[in-house]
């Protein structure tokens, strides 16, 4: 008796569950989203004028704030980044200097992927994005500085895991920043960052 008590326990505990299940399947990647982003940054920098480029390395910080809609499987979103990074380029001669250095980057995209389980997603994303960088230098002990904003697009690609309403993210992203009119610097962008968020 005891055996049919606790298996007719068991088979009414998954009949409850299993609606549950589904209805936490479908609500993961679903909502609004806040995450904390950092990770490798590296700038490629070519000076048009004379057919030059230096990469250069560092670290990128920032956040993010989303919102994503799950189909069934196939999530689509949109989110909106705002990052720091200390890249940047310095050249020394005495007391003379010149540098370049990366500033805040806007960033404005969607995104799509799917499920691949109940708590992993991958996805792809594209976007516009607008980075400042800050030229400096001193010559002679006559100091300069400016700084310029860069227009361009961001195309990247990432893996998403849910534990609850919480999550972590790996991802990729290529940004162009194509040429300024009046400038002779083109800039383009690789990074590696992770993410650690809440879904709300």
């Known amino acids: 008796m005891n055996k049919t008590i606790i298996s007719s326990a068991m088979f009414a505990a998954i ?7 589904a209805q936490e399947e479908g609500s993961n990647f679903s909502g609004l989203t806040a995450t904390v982003l950092g990770g490798f940054d590296s700038v490629r920098v070519k000076d048009v004028t004379i057919n030059e480029t230096d990469s250069q390395n560092g670290f990128v910080y920032g956040g993010a704030i ?3 809609y799950n189909m069934r499987g ?18 020394e ?9 990366a500033g805040r980057d806007i960033y404005v995209g969607a995104r799509i992927g799917t ?19 800050r030229y400096s230098e001193s010559i002679g002990g006559v100091s300069y500085s400016e700084g310029e904003n860069y227009d361009g697009y ?13 999550f972590g993210r790996v991802e990729y992203r290529f940004s162009d920043y194509g040429r300024p009119e009046d400038g002779d610097l083109a800039l383009k962008r690789h990074q590696v ?4 968020g809440y879904r709300f």
């Open 15 to 21: 009949l409850l569950a299993s609606p549950a299940a």
């Open 66 to 68: 989303g919102y994503d």
């Open 74 to 91: 196939a999530v689509i979103g949109l989110e909106t980044e705002l990052t720091g990074a200390t890249t940047k380029r310095r050249v």
């Open 93 to 101: 001669a005495g007391n003379d200097f010149a540098q370049i250095k």
């Open 115 to 133: 499920t691949v389980t109940d708590n992993v997603l991958l996805y792809a994303k594209a976007g516009y994005t607008n980075a400042r960088f």
């Open 154 to 166: 961001r195309l990247g690609a990432g893996a998403e895991v849910a534990y609850g309403q919480m």
């Open 193 to 196: 960052v992770a993410g650690f």
